[in-house]
């Protein structure tokens, strides 16, 4: 049958070939998101203790970091908890205790890390492995970073934070952390007592350093340490700074972290489930749609063997013989489609995971099971119709009958309601991938409020020393070649920086709302390239302008210009930027005068909103601040060469940390980049597979319909009226494909573009192009086949058999 057959074989296998390997591929990669932390050690009886903060006129803000406050309460008050820790990361500069240091995230934890996380060990002991306060744990890649081998215990470790260099002993050297773990720590040693006595988030419960994590006795534990935080928070918070109507608790179980984990300002840090989702069904819909060509082909050529069949039962074969044979024949053909998925999907999984920065591999301990099932499944779905209808057929009508039977319409019609569900979920996933990769541009190239081409970013990594000298090192760099303005303030693009307070507006003190302070440093405007709506920035003329640090701390009440954003402006009631300036807002003791506003600024992701804003001109020094500098005119590879140079000259024993803010917002809009990349591939796919099987159907349709067209010409019709008549029939599932197509995907895309405060229009265009596109590319797929039928020659068409 193959070798009679090779057009049809060819389609059969290269079809269901491609939609195996994209089954295959988004099987693996939706089984590699939700098996997160499945494999951690008790994974179902560890949580993490969230903050949410309910702010007057903003959305609610879930932090994944909490007070180190609730940490002894938290043990003290809940006999469910059985273990906990606390987890402060630190960038440090980190040694081999001889020099030489290297930027590196340092995990500060409680001693009990390891009752907590049991991370593998390849030497030393979890029980002891953090003991002592001069103790480190470190993993294999990177005691290979620091030592060049894995068998560091005993060695020494530096570890420079705030201008305190401390040596450390490694104590334990843990296997590295498999990708599919929330929690991936390098380096692990004890909170140090200093750090618990200076750092106000282990007092204040309005402050926050890092997260807490608490493993219960049993999973059905979690819930009731859930339940009892509105209560223990109650007892137990009695900072006056924190009101209880905006602050709360939450428990996230770490088996839901990957999905729920949401970063400070509401942007998702772990996974989006619904990517995810979309991803599996793309997977399920490409195989589907493999499997209608599949039997598309199969009850269109079902009728080439009638005669077979015929003779067949002549001689003496029944209808369950018959069934069992097409069955078989279905299956076994599904053998080389399914070795064809396989080596597809080994070739494109490496591709797949650099696009989605997953570490996806092929388990076949697991697949081929699964896939076994598949083919079992779609073979005797594909041979069940065939089958029935071939093994149905009577021998004397089929052998005396001068052309075999066609399936007759209900055939037909089977035929195109299964090409009319292909090209309809090919056309909703190329519309949809069109929209995935418009906003991937939009928010790659769209306007932030500021000018992030050319600007640098300089941490002074929170050292004491740095902070002390912040204007000498910003007249140290200012004097770099190339440098056209630089600043400092609390809050850079990509940071989580965020200091909220609740103002009243003087003449309408109803009108409260949260705004976020922004204390910024000379020449900010010029160095981020913001742009003025309405007054004036600040000026160092005018003494008021000048904001200092007890300006709302301090025991008299004090006067200070301020410059609001544009949300700022809506959010205190103002009609229009004008109208804002010269009103007076009070916080505490602080008189504010809106001296300015400026453009709204978007330092954070396209799918955060844009806080509302307040800025305030200081030359105290800021701190865990960064430097930007504004250099126009030099490559950027050469800038940053000159920024280390001079920071050499400043700090010769603290590692050089600076990136350019192209660089710094990259991972804001990369992850939908590739998506979009990854959608184009599926889509791309689904139309091959749709045209393949258009392909096969318009070729074996035009061989039957040979005789008519003779006729057709033989009563006067011309090639041009056959040829419409051709298209028309092979088009009109196609065209009605977009009737279905075009309301789900106008659903799906309006629904994920609704998760961006920052997005396109969703446009009738994409809908169009389209569409057009699907129907030129169907009409090149069938052309070549109708083009040969209605330029036949009448003669030769009715002598055609």
């Known amino acids: 049958m193959l070798s009679r057959h090779r057009l049809y074989a060819i389609l059969n296998i290269a079809g269901l070939g491609l939609g195996i390997a994209v089954f295959v591929v988004l099987s693996l990669v939706v089984r590699f998101e939700y098996g997160f932390d499945r494999q951690v050690p008790g994974a179902a009886t560890i949580a993490r203790v969230d903050e949410i903060w309910t702010l007057p006129g903003q959305p609610p803000i879930h932090s994944l970091d909490t007070t180190f406050a609730a940490y002894d309460p938290l043990l003290a008050d809940f006999p469910q908890i059985a273990a906990a820790t606390r987890i402060d990361d630190n960038p440090c500069a980190v040694d081999d205790g001889r020099g030489h240091p290297a930027m590196m995230t340092v995990d500060y934890v409680d001693p009990t890390f390891f009752d907590v996380f049991a991370l593998p060990m390849r030497e030393g002991s979890a029980r002891d492995a953090l003991a002592a306060p001069d103790r480190v744990a470190i993993s294999e890649s990177t005691a290979r970073r620091l030592f060049g081998t894995a068998d560091a215990r005993g060695r020494q470790v530096g570890i420079t934070e705030d201008d305190r260099r401390t040596l450390h002993t490694v104590s334990a050297v843990f296997r590295d952390v498999p990708r599919d773990w929330t929690v991936r720590p390098d380096i692990l040693t004890v909170i140090p007592q200093d750090m618990k006595d200076r750092e106000a988030s282990f007092r204040h419960w309005g402050s926050d350093s890092g997260m807490v994590w608490l493993r219960v006795r049993t999973p059905a534990d979690i819930r009731p340490v859930a339940a009892g935080l509105p209560d223990f928070l109650h007892r137990r918070m009695t900072d006056p700074d924190v009101s209880h109507a905006s602050f709360r608790m939450t428990l996230m179980p770490l088996l839901n972290a990957h999905f729920g984990d949401v970063d400070v300002y509401g942007g998702q840090s772990g996974s989006d489930r619904r990517v995810i989702d979309a991803l599996g069904l793309v997977g399920l819909l490409a195989l589907v749609a493999a499997v209608i060509n599949y039997v598309n082909l199969a009850t269109a050529r079902a009728g080439l063997r009638a005669r077979e069949v015929a003779l067949r039962k002549v001689l003496g074969a029944t209808r369950l013989q018959l069934l069992v044979q097409f069955l078989t024949e279905s299956v076994l053909l599904l053998l080389p489609c399914a070795v064809l998925g396989l080596a597809l999907a080994e070739l494109v999984l490496p591709f797949v995971n650099t696009m989605g920065g997953w570490a996806v591999t092929i388990d076949y301990g697991w697949l081929l099971p699964r896939l076994a099932l598949v083919v079992i499944v779609v073979g005797i779905a594909a041979g069940l119709y065939p089958a029935l209808v071939l093994s149905g057929y009577r021998p004397a009508a089929v052998l005396a009958a001068s052309r075999?039977?066609?399936?007759?319409?209900?055939?037909?019609?089977?035929?195109?309601?299964?090409?009319?569900?292909?090209?309809?979920?090919?056309?909703?996933?190329?519309?949809?991938?069109?929209?995935?990769?418009?906003?991937?541009?939009?928010?790659?190239?769209?306007?932030?409020?500021?000018?992030?081409?050319?600007?640098?970013?300089?941490?002074?990594?929170?050292?004491?020393?740095?902070?002390?000298?912040?204007?000498?090192?910003?007249?140290?760099?200012?004097?770099?070649?190339?440098?056209?303005?630089?600043?400092?303030?609390?809050?850079?693009?990509?940071?989580?920086?965020?200091?909220?307070?609740?103002?009243?507006?003087?003449?309408?003190?109803?009108?409260?709302?949260?705004?976020?302070?922004?204390?910024?440093?000379?020449?900010?405007?010029?160095?981020?390239?913001?742009?003025?709506?309405?007054?004036?920035?600040?000026?160092?003329?005018?003494?008021?302008d000048r904001a200092t640090r007890s300006l709302f701390t301090g025991p008299a009440p004090a006067t200070a210009s301020v410059v609001i954003n544009e949300r700022a402006v809506r959010a205190l009631d103002f009609p229009d930027a004008a109208a804002a300036i010269g009103h007076v807002l009070t916080e505490r003791q602080a008189r504010l005068v809106i001296i300015g506003v400026v453009r709204d600024v978007r330092f954070m992701s396209a799918r955060e909103p844009v806080e509302p804003l307040l800025y305030l001109r200081t030359d105290d020094i800021i701190t865990d601040t960064v430097i930007a500098v504004r250099a126009d005119g030099v490559p950027p590879d050469a800038m940053?060469?000159?920024?280390?140079?001079?920071?050499?000259?400043?700090?010769?024993?603290?590692?050089?940390?600076?990136?350019?803010?192209?660089?710094?917002?990259?991972?804001?809009?990369?992850?939908?980049?590739?998506?979009?990349?990854?959608?184009?591939?599926?889509?791309?796919?689904?139309?091959?597979?749709?045209?393949?099987?258009?392909?096969?159907?318009?070729?074996?349709?035009?061989?039957?319909?040979?005789?008519?067209?003779?006729?057709?010409?033989?009563?006067?019709?011309?090639?041009?009226?056959?040829?419409?008549?051709?298209?028309?029939?092979?088009?009109?599932?196609?065209?009605?494909?977009?009737?279905?197509?075009?309301?789900?995907?106008?659903?799906?895309?309006?629904?994920?573009?609704?998760?961006?405060?920052?997005?396109?229009?969703?446009?009738?265009?994409?809908?169009?192009?389209?569409?057009?596109?699907?129907?030129?590319?169907?009409?090149?797929?069938?052309?070549?086949?109708?083009?040969?039928?209605?330029?036949?020659?009448?003669a030769k068409a009715l002598r055609h058999d």
């Not at 507006?505 to 742009?531: K, W």
């Open 640 to 794: 940053l060469r000159r920024l280390q140079d001079a920071w050499r000259t400043i700090a010769p024993d603290l590692p050089f940390v600076g990136e350019s803010a192209d660089s710094r917002l990259a991972d804001y809009y990369q992850p939908d980049q590739r998506r979009g990349q990854l959608f184009t591939l599926g889509a791309g796919v689904a139309v091959v597979i749709a045209c393949l099987g258009l392909y096969g159907l318009s070729s074996f349709n035009a061989a039957r319909r040979v005789h008519e067209i003779g006729i057709r010409k033989t009563l006067g019709a011309d090639t041009r009226d056959v040829l419409v008549l051709l298209a028309t029939q092979f088009l009109r599932p196609v065209l009605l494909a977009n009737l279905i197509a075009w309301p789900v995907a106008w659903m799906a895309m309006r629904g994920w573009l609704a998760g961006f405060d920052q997005r396109v229009g969703l446009s009738p265009l994409y809908f169009v192009v389209v569409s057009l596109a699907a129907t030129a590319l169907s009409l090149l797929t069938i052309i070549g086949q109708t083009l040969r039928v209605a330029r036949a020659e009448p």
């Open 404 to 544: 075999v039977p066609s399936g007759g319409r209900m055939g037909q019609r089977l035929r195109n309601i299964l090409v009319l569900a292909q090209f309809s979920f090919a056309i909703a996933f190329a519309i949809c991938t069109l929209v995935v990769n418009a906003q991937a541009a939009f928010i790659r190239t769209a306007d932030r409020g500021f000018r992030q081409h050319h600007l640098y970013l300089v941490s002074l990594l929170a050292s004491d020393r740095m902070q002390a000298r912040q204007q000498a090192i910003l007249d140290t760099l200012r004097a770099v070649p190339g440098v056209d303005a630089i600043t400092l303030s609390d809050r850079q693009p990509r940071s989580t920086s965020r200091n909220t307070s609740d103002f009243k507006r003087m003449d309408r003190p109803s009108v409260d709302p949260s705004l976020t302070r922004e204390r910024v440093g000379r020449d900010y405007p010029q160095t981020y390239g913001i742009t003025l709506l309405a007054g004036r920035w600040f000026d160092a003329a005018h003494g008021q």
